[in-house]
């Protein structure tokens, strides 16, 4: 029976679970995970994924150049392929073109997408397009290859694992936050001291052109590094329910152990709610072991402890002088958003 209405993106994926056979020959991971994965050899499985970009939700062509867009069409899937340490492989993209859509504005989509593509091994293989009034949407489907039993989930954490995020969060957030900050007359003057630091760069960067980590991903399922992966797509307090869900497991996260994004004139309390519910960092978030050591970087992207994971089904932030409170889904999620 369909619900009245929909509070949040987690409901709606349990409820269309129940729609479809749970077991079917030949999956191995259907819906609720970053991507399904399907068996189709001996020890060999493709990882499928699909992710739309929608014009004034996911980007505005006013911050968000042409290449810029087609690079994070590709950079949403790949980084869902990532946190299953899947190796990417083809891809597919829809687009559906508003009418007063210039043909250069095409071209540089297709850029900036094929740039990423080259980059991470990806191959162009067909899609769609189709004319309408309403804003641009763009469907990319990737699918990747991973070796049964070697692919990452986010249903494996334990009590007593440790996590960990790599690279730095609320990144993207603040990127998002600076160029929006261009556009305001009375920003003039400190535009032009921020755009000289290397700071304001790096998060203007993030946004435009995320990495997914796909080299990092393929580390820590061949190393059996992570024993529960997801990506940091929806903001760390959001996909961090998401994981603890799947694993039937709380949390706890030390605010002190977080690594915020560059102060760049902005307070403390301002960057951890960058980081915490910021969204679009294409990191990964990962679970591992108690007692198993890991390095402090792999592939070359930085790696930090936040916490640990426990029985109780709580997830709590730990503050700098020890108070404990819930840390609530607050990232971003299409149904709250347009509630």
């Not at 309408?132 to 039993?149: C, F, N, Q, S, Y």
């Not at 305001?184 to 995320?210: F, G």
């Not at 590094?225 to 039937?248: F, K, M, P, Q, Y």
């Not at 108690?290 to 402890?305: A, D, F, M, Q, Y």
Request: with cysteine.
């Amino acid at each position: 029976m369909l619900p009245d209405k929909f509070r949040s993106e987690a409901e709606f994926v349990r409820w269309l679970r129940k729609q479809v056979p749970g077991k079917v020959s030949g999956l191995r991971l259907g819906i609720g995970d970053d991507a399904a994965v399907v068996d189709v050899g001996p020890q060999r499985g493709v990882v499928l994924k699909s992710d739309m970009c929608i014009e004034n939700v996911h980007f505005n062509r006013r911050l968000h150049p042409p290449s810029s867009v087609g690079h994070r069409s590709l950079a949403r899937p790949l980084s869902d392929l990532a946190a299953m340490g899947a190796v990417p492989r083809f891809a597919l993209v829809s687009l559906a073109l508003s009418k007063r859509t210039p043909p250069g504005w095409v071209k540089e989509f297709y850029a900036g997408l094929l740039a990423l593509a080259m980059k991470f091994g990806v191959t162009l293989v067909g899609g769609d397009v189709a004319m309408m009034r309403a804003p641009i949407v763009i469907d990319v489907i990737v699918t990747g290859e991973v070796a049964l039993d070697a692919e990452l989930r986010r249903s494996g954490a334990k009590p007593g694992d440790s996590i960990f995020v790599s690279g730095e969060l609320g990144l993207a957030a603040l990127g998002l936050r600076l160029l929006r900050l261009q556009g305001h007359v009375s920003t003039r003057h400190r535009r032009r001291s921020e755009r000289s630091d290397p700071s304001w760069v790096t998060a203007v960067q993030a946004q435009l052109y995320p990495e997914p980590r796909c080299k990092l991903g393929r580390l820590l399922s061949v190393g059996n590094v992570a024993s529960a992966t997801i990506d940091l797509s929806d903001g760390l307090s959001t996909d961090l329910r998401h994981l603890c869900e799947a694993s039937g497991v709380g949390a706890r996260v030390s605010e002190e152990l977080l690594p915020l994004p560059p102060r760049l004139e902005y307070p403390r309390r301002t960057r951890l709610a960058l980081a915490l519910h910021g969204g679009e960092d294409y990191q990964l978030l990962f679970t591992v072991p108690r007692g198993k050591e890991i390095p402090t970087s792999l592939g070359n992207v930085p790696l930090h402890r936040i916490g640990t994971i426990h029985k109780s089904k709580e997830i709590l932030l730990v503050a700098n002088d020890g108070r404990r409170s819930a840390l609530a889904p607050a990232g971003y999620d299409h149904f709250r958003h347009l509630t």
